[in-house]
């Protein structure tokens, strides 16, 4: 089963970093940027089915609801996940781009372990220009990847459904919409993302939503009915089960964290 992770999903300047010796990620996609680096040892990732293997000094650059796991055994190893707004700039153009792994020049390397592969949130302004220094390598240095069939599909469905939230997108619509016999495409799906595709669009539906109830300006009428949730009660249900709040809780704290 692939697991969809809710809370790398988020937007708002979402930001998680860790440092590993040992982990084992299953089969797993979320909304947000994911980047890798290799300390130390290698690191074993598999990126829409296709497995690799990180070597020291390597990074991987992996752009929203790419479906990875990774393996680490004995090596120490950086993982950020931080949203699009971050690198807004960079994600317009390339935020369904699959790049290679690659390595960064060597002076530059010095500047991002000292500053930003280490486990915490490094200082706000700088965390965004160590960042985008990334972009800028990896647009350098490493190549577009091969996507293979599997990806396509994949990000068939994913621009499909994220460019259609507000209606009320079914399977069948879905593909006939992407040019697929109903069938073939549900067996495509099922084996891809192993869930209900409801449940599969109410993720990107809360996902947009997360982002459009920190506006103040956005009442939670405004935000259901955007997100094509159809009615609040519905709204309140999906969103409360995949955060644990409601729509008006989520906004409350979020807007007291902007004024705090």
């Known amino acids: 089963m692939i697991l969809h992770q809710v809370s790398n999903s988020l937007g708002n300047y979402n930001y998680n970093a860790f440092v590993y010796r040992d982990t084992n990620w299953e089969a797993h996609f979320h909304g947000n940027f994911e980047l890798i680096y290799v300390f130390e040892g290698t690191a074993n990732i598999t990126v829409n089915g296709i497995s690799d293997t990180l070597q020291e000094s390597e990074l991987i650059l992996l752009p929203p ?12 190893v950086w993982v950020g996940v931080f949203s699009e707004d971050f690198i807004d700039i960079y994600a317009k153009k390339y935020k369904y781009v699959r790049y290679s792994k690659f390595k960064c020049r060597e002076d530059i390397e010095e500047i991002l372990k000292k500053h930003l592969f280490f486990q915490g949130v490094p200082e706000r302004f700088l965390h965004i220009s160590c960042l985008y220094m990334v972009c800028n390598e990896c647009i350098k240095n490493a190549v577009v990847y091969n996507q293979g069939q599997n990806h396509k599909f994949i990000s068939e469905v994913v621009t499909y459904i994220s460019k259609n939230l507000n209606y009320d997108i079914t399977l069948k619509e879905t593909a006939e919409s992407l040019n697929y016999e109903y069938h073939y495409f549900s067996s495509l799906f099922h084996q891809y993302f192993c869930m209900n595709f409801k449940s599969f669009i109410n993720l990107f539906r809360f996902e947009k939503a997360c982002a459009l109830l920190t506006d103040k300006e956005n009442s939670v009428t405004y935000v259901a009915e955007s997100c094509g949730f159809g009615s609040i009660r519905n709204f309140n249900r999906v969103f409360k089960k995949l955060s644990g709040y409601t729509p008006r809780e989520y906004k409350d704290q979020h ?4 004024t705090a």
């Open 255 to 258: 807007l007291d964290n902007k």
């Open 65 to 76: 609801h790419t479906v990875h796991s990774l393996q680490v055994t004995s090596s120490k």
